[in-house]
């Protein structure tokens, strides 16, 4: 059989669709399969991930993610303000979770095809559902379930071990200026942080101002007069020289009470400011700050 | 451009009297001002306090609430307040006569842009000494300011022929971009905490609880302050140029030096004290213009008086205004400062 | 006596005036001439201490000027530049006040005689009905006697203080040197006149010495009694206008060849260009 020039274009034909379709046909996940190449920047559900056995999956980690230890032989590529989209590319995911604010990667990624989880800050409710929608995303719905059970079931733990005691009134800080009282943030009567003090038998001092985030002044703090002041720190390389010192910055508003009874904490660890599946620890090293004498 | 009417006409000197009587006034009058400012500001906010309490010493200290409030909440944000406004007021006017330039700030040279980096640096990286941490965020932020004034100062006088002012200004804005993308870099390698930190930092703050950043302050601002009161005659002169000035006896050289070094050590410790507070170097000059005209021997002081009163307000606002929530204080001036600016224009149309 | 003696001076590696000589009577009137880059400028500059030359001396009754005190010689030489731009807006009395900066000590302020000298100057110059407007209101030609007017203040003695060193400025004996800097170049006919006028007087009456370095060869013809011609950086010519001005000095500093012949109303010399050589 001569090769025409009808037979050469038909072949041409077949082969640009072939080459258009299949590695479509290979490379698109189907919504059902379960993910084998997961990426995650955010570190609460990075954590997730590894906590409910789809540890192998993951590719790629956020910058700041530290937990599990394993996180340090996976790819960095970035987190809420940087995102290596290149990266994250190179790395031939099926699934990638991003913070819910990200709307220009996941628009990008949905170009590309590829399905993205969404991680939104919440109080524990949220957060519990938001694991365990995970779990079902990737295929572990019941190990999700479990860890949820079991946050559940510490929380409910800690709250009967402080039922009936005397709620303090509470500060809680995260994040100031090095060395100074300058640029306080606090936590106001909403969100995470004001979830995991109630659940710690605390009464947050700014509970009747429905935010998250409150920047105080010293005279707002001398004002509240909180009876205990729990500070929050990511940096959990801290010396104990540094936390003594850094502790002794509030003794300067020596009419606080919880200046004059020596009741400023400083509590170290990126789990306290993101919920994710220590979320029990933390409440629980919360509720023995607060109540030493129940633990 | 001003009409000839734009002045109160009265307070241009007519008679020889006149001008001693007019400086007179307006050191007596914006400085009054400024100390009611400073008197009435912590007697004013959200919380109400009684001053009898406030000085009432048979209660001890640690228990008094009201004297607390007072004295270590409001009084050291009143004083911070008072010297940081009157300091970027003074040196907006003298780099204004210096640039000949209406419209030059105490930022543009590049100073406060340097100190800001200096803040971040530490904020992000932290301290190697325990013994240094209480003062670092403002010790740092002073030293870059330093270093960005070196670096200004020797890149417009590397020239034989003395300082030169478009040399001085190319430096300063060139320096602005490159300290402004270092400090994203710094930015980048920072964990969200201290990005939250770095962040608030430029909105100003002069909640600083305490008198010894003031006191280190005085240092710095004492020598700016000698070297502002000898400046206004020749600040005057140099409105003419360079040359008319040189030639009516003026030391050119040294009152541009002295001009540049004492409006950017007052702005580093300013910025040292309380961040980068923008527009108070640039509406209260042009305010106080407006109201006693250009001779600097009533400018400088006046604008000292009014830009201390008007921060002390400023932060007043910021403190009561979202209370319990701290509004930063650079957030205020820059709202005051926003709708200024467009009435400016509008009006000179 | 105002002398340049050898002066030569560089921009960087560019060479401007080289060996120029020139000497200036008290009490005279003298035009300095040169097409643009003969150094007009930077000379008058030298004269003024603005610069330093970099080799000669320019020397005032004999004392070499960069060895003298700035407000000293600020007492004794003023400058009315081409243009005055302000950065700020003042009024034509605070302007004119300025040029009593030498005779003020550091925190002094001016003081009754001063505001007196201040509005003599003005009325000197015919401007004494402006001094309460603001300087960027007037026209060119007002602007320009304004800052004649404070120049002059910077001449004027009795000063505030009772121990001043300097006599007033009627004493015609100590040399006192007003420069201008293409002082018409900017004003229309009329005004043009009332300046020559007004320099002329002011030499005349008070024996204020006149440099003037103008484009316009006429106005210098009718206005100075001598002429230093420069160009590229040398002195061509110098010496009593009647003598220097001829199509032969002309032709050798503009290229031009010219026509000079006395004026029969102004007696003045007069040169018309006829065509480039």
Known sequence: MRFTTRHTAAFLAGLLLAIAIIPGTQERPRAQEHPARIISVVPALTETLFAIGAGDAVVGVGTFDKHPPEVATRTHVGGLLDPDMERIFALRPDLVVFYGSQQDQIKQMSRAGIETFTYAHGGIDDTLSVIRRLGTRVGRASEATRLTNAIDTQIANVRARLAGRDRPRVLLVFGRQPGSLGNIYASGGAGFLHDMLEAAAGRNVLADVSRESIQLSSEAILTAAPEVIVELTYDDLMTEDTQAAEIAVWDRLSSVPAVRNKRVHLLLGNQFVQPGPRMGDSIEAIARTLHPEAF | MREATATLPALRPVSAGDLRRRIWLVQVGFGALAVAACIGAPLVGPTTISLRQVFDTTIPFGQNVDAQIFFIARLPRAFAGALVGGSLAAAGVVLQALLRNPLATPFTLGVSAGASLGAMLVITLGVPFTALRSAAVPVASFAGALGALAIVYFLATMRRQGLSTLVLLLAGVTLNSLFSAIILFVQYLADPAQTLQSVRWVMGNLDIGSYRPILWALGPMGLAFVAFARLPRALNLLTLGADSAAVRGINVLRTQRVAFLSASLATGAAVAVGGPIGFIGIIVPHLVRLLVGDDHRLVLPASIGLGAAFLVVCDVAARTVLSPMELPVGVITAMLGGPFFLWLLVRNR | ?277
């Open chain 3, 1 to 277: 006596m105002l002398r340049a003696e050898q002066v030569s001076f560089s921009y960087d590696t560019r060479p401007v005036l080289d060996g120029v000589d020139v000497s200036v009577q008290t009490g005279g009137l003298v035009g300095v001439l040169g097409p643009n880059g003969s150094g007009k400028t930077t000379f008058l500059k030298l004269l003024a201490g603005l610069l330093t030359p970099a080799s000669g001396h320019i020397t005032l009754d004999d004392v070499d000027i960069t060895t003298m005190d700035r407000r000293t010689l600020a007492r004794r030489v003023a400058v009315v530049p081409q243009e005055t731009e302000l950065a700020f807006d003042y009024s034509v009395l605070e302007i004119v006040l300025m040029g009593r900066y030498p005779h003020l000590q550091t925190f002094e302020l001016e003081g009754p005689a001063d505001l007196a000298i201040a509005r003599r100057t003005l009325a000197a110059t015919g401007t004494a009905h402006l001094e309460q407007r603001t300087f960027r209101t007037l026209s060119g030609g007002e602007k320009q006697r304004i800052v004649m007017a404070s120049a002059l203040a910077q001449f004027e003695g009795a000063p505030s203080t009772p121990d001043s060193r300097d006599p007033p400025h009627e004493d015609t004996n100590t040399t006192r040197v007003l420069l201008l800097d293409e002082p018409t170049s900017s004003l229309d006919l009329s005004f043009q006149l009332a300046t020559a006028t007004l320099i002329a007087e002011l030499n005349r009456t008070y024996r204020t010495t006149a440099v003037v370095c103008t484009h316009d060869l006429n106005f210098a013809a009718g206005l100075c009694r001598s002429l230093v011609l420069l160009r590229d950086g040398r002195v061509v010519a110098s010496g009593p206008t009647d003598e220097v001005l001829t199509p032969a000095t002309i032709g050798a500093v503009y290229d031009v060849e010219a026509d000079v012949h006395r004026h029969e109303i102004t007696r003045h010399l007069t040169v018309v260009p006829l065509a480039r050589l």
